[in-house]
């Protein structure tokens, strides 16, 4: 790889930056999973939810 400005390998950094897009979103994804299991297993489920009920 050359490391002159105008030679930069535009693809392997494109290539990176999609991979560790899809690394983010895939531990973003399990987290929120995980903390809709919690919610749904907890029996004190008003600290998971916010706002004022509608009625």
């Known amino acids: ?3 002159s400005i105008d ?5 392997y950094y494109v ?3 999609y991979e560790l897009r899809r ?6 994804m399990k987290a ?3 903390r ?3 919610a ?3 029996n004190n489920r008003t600290t998971t939810l ?5 009625h």
């Open 23 to 28: 690394v983010y979103v895939a531990a973003a």
């Open 1 to 3: 790889m050359n490391n």
């Open 32 to 34: 929120f999973v995980a």
């Open 50 to 54: 916010q706002g004022n009920p509608a």
């Open 40 to 42: 749904f297993k907890s």
């Open 15 to 17: 290539e990176r930056a």
């Open 36 to 38: 809709i299991k919690a």
């Open 7 to 11: 030679n930069l390998d535009t693809d």
